[in-house]
């Protein structure tokens, strides 16, 4: 079974922290997906990546950048957060290929205090 | 602008048929995508369709007209478990998935 990790289910941060959001997949994937999920919206793409020391920005990158150094590896970083990025983080990755599947991490519940 | 459209809530009883539909109007058409996500999990991958007309995966199935710019993912022999959240994402010219907010389905004994 393809297998992604994220490092924590739930953080808590202050405002002006730099903040990590760890993901690692064990199946070799190519291609890695950071988005955010806020109710009564759709998966927002934030960052993603299609291979290693790949990155392509999303749809909302502003206030977060990523590091891809190992292919299993793909980390979201914000720089200084914000309120307004209390939110759900899912990571995803999938075998290179638009037509393919993703497959998702459990999230990450971040709140900015 | 890019939209797509689903019904924020639904409710069914176990053991029905319920019809999710979706809607959308994005730049070009690379195929469209079903995930279910259970409450508090991640989204899991259940249909792909770039071809009009019906696929059927056991008691899913998922119907697509380009034309019309619809789809809809119908669950038969509703159970419990099948509670949970259902998101559609059409891939655009550009390759980028466009997701939309997610159908909540609600299934009552």
């Known amino acids: 079974d393809v297998k992604v990790t994220q490092s924590s289910r739930y953080l808590v941060k202050r405002t002006g922290e730099k903040v990590f959001l760890e993901c690692v997949q064990d199946?070799?994937?190519?291609?890695m997906f950071w988005y955010r999920q806020d109710p009564g919206l759709g998966l927002r793409l934030i960052y993603f990546?299609?291979?290693?020391?790949?990155?392509e920005k999303g749809d909302i990158p502003e206030g977060y950048s990523v590091s891809r150094e190992k292919k299993e590896r793909f980390s979201l970083i914000l720089e200084s957060a914000s309120t307004n990025q209390t939110s759900m983080y899912l990571c995803?990755?999938?075998?290179?290929?638009?037509?393919?599947?993703?497959?998702f991490g459990p999230g990450t519940r971040l709140t900015v205090l | 602008g890019q939209n797509i459209d689903q019904p924020t809530e639904m409710t069914a009883t176990e053991g029905a048929i319920v019809q999710i539909n979706c809607t959308y109007q994005?730049?070009?058409?690379?195929?469209l995508f079903w995930y279910q996500q259970h409450a508090g999990e991640a989204p899991t991958f259940l249909s792909y369709?770039?071809l009009d007309g019906l696929e059927e995966k056991g008691r899913f199935s998922s119907f697509l007209s380009r034309s019309k710019g619809y789809s809809y993912l119908l669950l038969k022999e509703l159970q419990m478990k099948d509670s949970a959240s259902y998101l559609c994402?059409?891939?655009?010219?550009?390759?980028?998935?466009?997701w939309g907010a997610g159908t909540k389905l609600i299934i009552k004994p």
């Open positions: 995803a990755s999938r075998v290179a290929g638009e037509y393919n599947e993703q497959f």
């Open positions: 199946m070799d994937h190519e291609n």
């Open positions: 990546s299609y291979d290693v020391k790949m990155k």
């Open positions: 994005t730049s070009g058409f690379n195929g």
């Open positions: 369709n770039v």
């Open positions: 994402a059409v891939m655009d010219s550009n390759y980028q998935l466009i």
